[in-house]
């Protein structure tokens, strides 16, 4: 009798977006837990220009290493995109002729920002008819263009802070009047890309209504997205959530929520703060106990609205005035075994090799093409 195979997974990382380098790492994390006696990983590459290659699966690679970042390089095996109708991946070698590297049996995209968790690697995979873990298209989109999501969230009443969206048609012929509305939203501001992760292109502004200031925010958050959004400040203490769809079809299971400790010397949470510095979580974080569970019910709600699938992390501010505010949703948070969202679930009793494999399992569970 012909010994079963194993399960092939893609792991798919990288990416061309300014969270390229924190997708390297996420993806060593869930390499070095996969089961390899159930699964046989394909680690995928994607290189900033957007080159596809076949890699090492060696996790100590993918990982920070005394402050350096790893990166996707373009020496690996080339592979030829997009997958086939069998959902096989070519091999392609200078003057040679493509050749089959095996069929896939599902794809974790684990790509952070633009590029990747924003819809367009998903839509790829469903044209293709490749299984892959976490949320489709419409969520993924709509869950990494901020605006979107808060406007999804104010139709389900969901609280968010309030902002003002910027395109970059308005800020090149409406300027002016781009000013004058941010100005009224009055105290201090957070002026971010609208499709960006990882605290990339962040600014703090001390007062709405310092047009300098304000000018030189959305001009920094420009030059990672010509979307942005000014966002008021929420005075209180931030606060995460981890959701996973529900193993039998029921509502969402959600962890138990962790609060954020940002390290002495930074202003606000900002990448270098999130990854190269000493802050915190504290998990389950000291709340009053109806407000971990309003928290937790809005994390599920907020999972739900957009539509999402597979997994997902919540941020909160939980206000000093006790009102709850939700700050976004990340349909591919940051994965590594120090990250909040498997930190999150180990407090409430899946352990990170459990939880990877479950979100493989729930993946293979989908059917493939549109969601």
């Not at 020496?75 to 590297?101: C, K, Q, W, Y």
């Not at 406007?151 to 969901?158: C, D, P, S, V």
């Not at 308005?170 to 000013?179: G, S, T, Y």
Request: charged residues 25%; negative net charge.
């Amino acid at each position: 009798m012909a010994e079963q195979r194993k399960i092939r997974v893609a792991v798919v990382f990288g990416g061309r977006s300014s969270e390229h380098e924190i997708s390297c790492v996420t993806a060593g994390g869930v390499i070095s837990v996969i089961d390899t006696d159930r699964y046989e990983v394909l680690p995928i590459g994607i290189t900033r220009e957007g080159g596809w290659v076949l890699t090492s699966s060696d996790s100590e690679q993918l990982a920070i290493t005394e402050g350096r970042l790893p990166t996707v390089e373009g020496d690996g095996t080339r592979l030829a995109l997009p997958f086939d109708e069998s959902a096989e991946l070519l091999i392609v070698e200078p003057d040679a002729v493509p050749r089959r590297l095996g069929q896939v049996d599902v794809v974790l995209p684990l790509l952070h920002g633009p590029f990747g968790e924003d819809g367009t690697i998903q839509g790829l995979l469903e044209m293709m008819g490749a299984r892959y873990a976490g949320a489709g298209v419409f969520a993924s989109a709509a869950s990494m263009d901020k605006v979107f999501m808060k406007a999804i969230l104010a139709g389900h009443g969901i609280r968010t802070g309030a902002y003002v969206a910027v395109t970059d048609r308005e800020w090149r012929r409406e300027r002016k009047r781009v000013l004058d509305d941010i100005a009224e939203l009055g105290g201090t501001l957070f002026v971010k890309p609208a499709r960006a992760g990882s605290s990339v292109g962040i600014s703090k502004v001390g007062d709405a209504a310092d047009t300098d200031a304000v000018i030189a925010a959305i001009e920094a958050a420009r030059e990672h997205d010509p979307k942005v959004i000014a966002e008021v400040a929420v005075s209180g203490r931030e606060i995460e959530c981890g959701v996973l769809e529900s193993a039998d079809g029921g509502a969402p299971d959600v962890s138990l929520p962790a609060e954020i400790h940002v390290a002495e010397g930074f202003e606000f949470y900002d990448f270098t703060a999130k990854y190269l510095s000493t802050s915190s979580l504290t998990i389950p974080a000291r709340l009053p106990a109806e407000a971990v569970e309003e928290i937790r019910r809005l994390a599920g709600r907020t999972f739900e609205a957009v539509g999402c699938e597979g997994l997902a992390r919540v941020d909160f501010f939980y206000g000093d005035d006790g009102e709850i505010y939700v700050n976004e949703i990340n349909t591919m948070p940051g994965f590594t075994p120090s990250s909040a969202f498997p930190q999150m679930w180990a407090a409430t009793g899946v352990d990170y090799p459990n939880l990877v494999d479950r979100i493989i399992q729930t993946a293979l569970e989908r059917e493939p093409g549109l969601r």
